[in-house]
């Protein structure tokens, strides 16, 4: 897979902002797989998607849930596959092509159902607490996106 761009985000908000930016790029079936540490700010991002779709519910992490399933302009799937045990019994695949927008924390555990046109980000906490935001795609889908957020 070809890193795509690599931005850095200084605060929840600046997260929310990227994602924001990102989601008016999206469209039905869109898959992202949100990788990093816990705290590293998946979560965060997802809730700036939600945002994007009009979704007002409040989105949390999934963690005991799985999966969320919220209504917006687009559905949005919001998953976290951390305890996930037994994945083709929970029957997910169903979601990853679905006609709704689909996030998935933790992904690379369910890295082998993931459609080719996954769009991949990795969060992670710098030194000085900022957080870098590398996406990652092996699709050329993906190819214009920091040119179309603003950061290529
Ligand atoms: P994850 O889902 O990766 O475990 P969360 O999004 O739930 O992470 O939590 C990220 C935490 O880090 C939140 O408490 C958020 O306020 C804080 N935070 C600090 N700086 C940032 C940043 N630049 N981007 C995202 N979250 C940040
Ligand atoms: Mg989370």
Known sequence: MEKVCVLTTASEQETRAVA?????????????????????????????????????????????TIIKEYEGT?????????????FEELGLEEYFYGDGICLVEWASRVEAWLPEETLWLRFSVRGDGTRE????????????????????
């Open 20 to 64: 924001l930016k990102l989601v008016t790029l999206l469209g039905t079936g869109d898959v992202l797989a949100l990788e990093g540490d816990l705290g590293a700010g998946k979560t965060t991002f997802a809730k700036g998607i939600a945002e994007g779709l009009a979704i007002e519910e409040e989105v949390d992490s999934p963690t005991f």
């Open 133 to 152: 935001i590398a996406f990652y795609a092996g699709h050329s889908r993906w190819e214009s996106i920091c040119k179309e957020l603003g950061i290529g």
């Open 74 to 86: 687009l559905p949005l799937y919001h998953m976290d596959v951390y305890r996930l045990d037994g």
